[in-house]
């Protein structure tokens, strides 16, 4: 079994992060802010680096400083974790490419914890040169390791909108968001009969009785692009059974903003199925913070997909225990046979057919072997 490509749920996901700090800004513009996940997961958010050095990578010490500590004590970090570790004199290190306000998920080699580490550092293997570095701070409160705190009552759930209505064709789900900028529904079902359909959103009004400049189209599988109400090119919704979809909004519009949402079919004028926004739902991250509770209700970042062929790409999420969400999706779509396929265990070319599964990528509530 040779799949070009593949998802590796090897991340244990957990809801609560911890701050460490801020990497400083030494050289080409280093910046970021560090969190641990567990004891064996880093988290960079907002990383910044313009990618000039020849040789530079994330490096982590268990004593002294990034420019003055024992090599033995030191792990090079990989940005794109594809299952090996490196010690600090491996030359098959992978180079640290240029960056942009990106989150990286940092995982640590088997004989270090994140309560080991004295000093993480941007460092720059040819030239001896700690392009940015954070000192982690000796009392650091790991997630998971602090006793429970007394009327803690955050979740890692999404808030429910409501239910989508059922006014034709078959059409219903329930509305959740996720963030400010994104919804996901859930239990979807559609009988696909419209002929120029899809998810349509409003800031003012109602579905039939709206202006069509507060309005856009959310493509239920989403490629980088939004839609305006009359763009041709918006992608028409097929037929779904109980399926889960993850709609993103445009830049001009929060969810905070919107009115409505409704299934709308375009050439007939008609709404096959809505939810008008309750004026005082609320949404995850703007509610008054409840005492000492540190949850948070954002999608966590498992990790980057490797390119290996056919210029695959990714950024892979959880947002449940049961949801995965790939973002900035790439795949040149030459391989005959090809899906996503996740296992739980081995590697993805050497592992049990009977312990992975495939995952649709338009899922049609049907699983496969």
Known sequence: ????????????????????????????????????????????????????????FFLIGKEGTPENTNEDTTAILAHLFEGRHYEYRNQDAPILKAASNEDLTLIL????????????????????????????????????????????????KKVKIGDISTLHHAVSGELFALD???????????????PDTFFLIGKEGTPENTNEDTTAILAHLFEGRHYEYRNQDAPILKSASNEDVTLILPKNIKV???????????????????????ADIQLPGTSEPEPKTTGT???VKIGDISTLHHAVSGELF?????????????????????????????????TNEDTTAILAHPFEGRHYE
Not at 7 to 23: D, F, P, Q, R
Not at 262 to 277: E, P, Q, T
Request: aromatic share 10%.
């Open 1 to 56: 079994m040779l799949p070009l490509l593949v998802l590796a749920a090897t991340a244990i996901v957990t809801c609560k992060k911890v701050k460490i700090g801020n990497i400083s800004t030494l050289h080409h513009a280093v910046s970021g802010e560090l969190y641990a996940l567990d004891d064996k997961t880093l988290m960079v958010k907002n990383f910044n680096y313009d990618g000039a050095g020849p040789d530079t």
């Open 109 to 156: 080699p088997e004989n270090i914890k994140v309560s080991e580490i004295k000093w993480l550092s941007v460092y720059d293997r040819k030239f001896d040169v700690d392009f940015g570095n954070l000192m982690v701070p000796a009392d650091i409160q790991l997630p998971g390791t602090s006793e429970p705190e007394p009327k803690t009552t955050g979740t890692c």
């Open 180 to 194: 400010d900028k994104t919804l996901f529904l859930k239990n979807f079902d559609y009988d696909g009969a419209g």
């Open 256 to 278: 905070s903003d919107i009115k409505w949402l409704s299934v709308y079919d375009r050439k007939f004028d008609v709404d096959f199925g809505n939810l008008m926004v309750p």
């Open 297 to 299: 209700c954002k999608k």
């Open 318 to 350: 959880a947002l449940d225990d049961k949801t995965l969400y790939l973002k900035n999706f790439d795949y040149d779509g030459a391989g005959p046979d090809t899906f996503f396929l996740i296992g739980k265990e081995g590697t993805p070319e050497n």
